[in-house]
């Protein structure tokens, strides 16, 4: 069975991206919160899934993946010395997880989860992380949609 995830970017400041992570498989009808996310900057100022803009460089490790669907696997990360979920063939990046992490320092163009969210932060980080595996290990197969939402400041 196939799980399908949607991230819905909604808060976008000059050092992070904050949006609502939600899942929907053959059995929803309606798309169901998971929990919050942050990531880098999102330099895709116009919205159209590429960063080949005028004024839309990457900048390594402070600019978020642009928005689409991505196929997901899971992988070990040598580095959180813990299997996460992959993103696949995102052009221009290289090992783009998703995992715990509370502010951009954390991200490196990565997604981070969390319960509870503030401006350029998300807390709870491992619990979240921790809801999401046990959702997505019922799954075969496993995507992502990253789609960036209307500009809404968070004070």
């Known amino acids: 069975m196939k799980i399908s995830l949607i991230l819905e970017r909604e808060v976008y400041t000059d050092k992070s991206t904050i949006g609502k992570l939600y899942y929907k498989d053959v ?13 880098d900057t999102c330099r895709d100022w116009n919205r159209d899934g590429d960063l080949d ?5 990457k900048v390594f490790g402070e600019t978020a993946i642009q ?11 040598p580095g959180f010395k813990i ?4 993103l696949q063939n995102v052009k221009g ?8 992490g509370n502010g951009p320092q954390h991200s490196k163009g990565c997604v981070l989860v969390g319960k509870k969210q503030a401006k ?4 709870e980080s ?3 992380f921790r809801e999401l595996m046990a ?3 019922k799954y075969e197969e496993m995507e992502i949609q990253i789609v960036d939402q209307k500009i809404i400041p968070l004070a």
């Open 53 to 57: 803009d005028k004024g839309e460089q």
């Open 27 to 39: 059995q929803t009808i309606v798309p169901k919160f998971i929990c919050y996310t942050l990531e």
């Open 67 to 77: 928005g689409g669907t991505y196929e997901m696997n899971m992988r070990y990360s």
């Open 83 to 86: 299997t996460t979920p992959h």
């Open 135 to 137: 959702l997505l290990k």
């Open 93 to 100: 990046y290289e090992y783009i997880l998703i995992h715990p």
């Open 126 to 128: 491992r619990t979240a």
């Open 120 to 123: 350029d932060w998300i807390s």
